[in-house]
């Protein structure tokens, strides 16, 4: 008897989607305008962002409509995805290309006017409030089409024009893609020095910190958006009324990234998590003078994993006192953290360090001195080698602190090395389950192999004028017994370069000082 051929399974959501996407990178490969995944990702954001919002914004039309209201939308005609991507055979090629790039166009409706991008990146919100239209015009100030062919451009729009983004199942499964495609986008970044945040250590700190609603929450160096969407996640399981998701939506999540495609990224990601109006800005947070800094600008909450090295040029470092400039860009986010949580108690912040930052003389040790006396440094969690593969092997700590008090005793938890593994990779990442033990001990703080205690104030070391000379907050596990080093020669000698990278650091700015006092 023959053998009957397998009745084919239909697609499910979440494998259409996938079939979506991966189609759509496919025909964009063979643009000759798009060189990568950071030519091809920001592409497909942007042309996903427009569809979501024309999803959006038609489901609002229908309620208004069955509310007897009145509805105008952020995208008007003829701009909006409905009007010249939706149709399958509609505008293409060269003409396609002039209606997004040139500022002044033939529109899909036969008229003459403003081309897309030069439409978009001009609207405006309404009574000098930030809204949907200011998110839109920011967002596409930083973005300029990359595609060459209008014709490989219209069978991509055809095929995202299939996600639907007014169905809820979508929406999640959409979310999960989504993340895939930072994860792939930040792999792509990685060599530029761009270190983003596993989701456990997210998820870690947001728990511990635990933003409530009415407070509000920033990350100065936000990339793609991890603390925040993952703080507004936090926050939204609170908002149980139409009052309180107002002040959700209005007042809680900020954010600032200077780098174009993570800034698209971050507003796609806070859009797709509910957030209808993100406020976060394509701006260098460093930008500001400290000293300007006052308590109107001050917040709840910061969560940050700020870049690691790095040099600024000297328009920033002007905004920081002398003898507290530095080539370590983590040091310069961290005073520019201090300066910005709310005082009297009020403000608290979870911000990620390299290894440097904790042993680091000189001005880092004035910086460290600083975060004792005017902040209570509560925590230093220490992480593994691994933490943050494939981007670098550099261990990094977790420190947390708030404005209750000046530092008096330093709780310090040293997470342990995998079971049975050296250290953490891409492919064997860290876990939130594996933080579950330090997530046990937050609160009841006792000794045990893993957690230890320190009199902050005896950390500080100062000479016989008074001046602080050493600040060392590398402190071993006492509670540890000896450990053996598995590491393979190689990384033995990539942690030797690793060193040798941040003492040339110090020595920078050893040497920037002496030339301002020459």
């Known amino acids: 008897m023959a053998r009957q051929p397998k009745k084919k399974q239909p697609q499910t959501t979440a494998q259409r989607l996938d079939s979506i996407i991966k189609s759509a990178r496919k025909i964009m490969r063979k643009d000759k305008g798009l060189s990568g995944d950071l030519d091809r990702l920001p592409m497909l954001t942007w042309i996903m962002f427009l569809k979501f919002l024309d999803d959006m914004e038609h489901i609002e039309e229908e309620r ?43 529109r899909p409706d036969g008229t003459k006017g403003p081309g897309l991008f030069a439409y978009l990146r001009n609207l405006r919100g309404n009574n000098g409030t930030r809204g949907r239209k200011d998110v839109i015009a920011t967002v596409f100030r930083g973005l300029s089409n990359r595609m ?12 995202i024009d299939g996600i639907h983004f007014d169905s809820s199942d979508e929406i999640h ?12 986008m930040r792999d792509a970044a990685g060599d530029s020095g761009e270190f983003y945040t596993p989701r456990s250590i997210v998820r870690f700190m947001v728990e511990v910190t635990d933003p409530q609603l009415g407070e509000a929450v920033l990350d100065p160096a936000c990339g793609t958006g991890g603390f925040l969407t ?20 209005s007042s809680s ?17 806070l859009l797709l998590h509910g957030l209808e109006a ?19 600008d001050r917040v709840d909450v910061i969560l940050s994993n700020p870049p690691f090295g790095g040099e600024e040029e000297t328009g920033i470092l002007n905004n920081f006192p ?32 390299p290894h440097g930052v904790l042993f680091g003389d000189g001005i880092a040790a004035r910086i460290k001195a600083d975060l004792l006396k005017e902040f209570n440094l509560h925590t230093v969690l220490r992480l593994p080698e691994g933490v943050f593969a494939p981007y670098t092997d550099i261990p990094t700590n977790i420190i947390f602190f708030d404005t209750t008090k000046a530092t008096h005793d330093i709780w310090f938890y040293e997470q342990p090395k ?91 700015d050893i040497k920037r000082t002496l030339s301002e006092i020459a």
């Not at 499964?173 to 792939?184: K, N, P, Q, V």
């Not at 174009?260 to 507003?267: A, S």
């Not at 507290?324 to 608290?348: D, H, N, P, S």
């Open 64 to 106: 208004a409509e069955i509310a007897g209201k009145a509805y105008r939308g952020a995208i008007e005609a003829p701009y909006r995805w409905r009007d010249w991507a939706a149709e399958e055979g509609g505008i293409t090629g060269p003409d396609l290309i002039d209606f997004l790039t040139l500022d002044v166009a033939e």
């Open 148 to 159: 060459e062919s209008g014709y490989l451009l219209r069978d991509v729009i055809n095929l």
């Open 173 to 184: 499964i959409l979310g999960r893609l989504y993340e895939t495609l930072l994860r792939e």
């Open 230 to 249: 993952e703080a507004y996640a936090h926050m939204a399981k609170q908002a149980d009324t139409v009052e309180k998701r107002e002040i959700l939506q």
């Open 253 to 269: 999540i900020f954010g600032g990234e200077a780098k174009p495609l993570p800034f698209l990224l971050v507003q796609m990601n």
């Open 278 to 296: 993100p406020k976060t800005t394509p701006d260098n947070s460093l930008k500001v003078r400290l000293s300007e800094i006052g308590e109107a």
């Open 322 to 353: 002398e003898d507290r400039r530095t080539a370590e860009t983590a040091l310069l986010f961290l005073q520019l953290i201090m300066r910005r949580v709310k005082r009297g108690g009020k403000g608290r912040a979870a911000v990620v360090v």
């Open 418 to 508: 995998p079971e049975g593994r050296k250290k953490y990779s891409k492919t064997a990442p860290l876990t939130f389950d594996e933080l579950k033990p330090c997530l046990d001990w937050w609160n009841i703080r006792k000794e045990n192999e893993q957690a230890w205690k320190v009199h902050g104030p005896d950390l500080i070391e100062t000479d016989d004028a008074g001046r602080i000379i050493a600040c060392n907050l590398d402190l071993k596990n006492p509670n540890a017994g000896g450990v053996v080093d598995h590491r393979t020669p190689l990384e033995i000698v990539e942690s030797i370069e690793a060193k040798e990278q941040r003492v040339l650091a110090i020595m920078s």
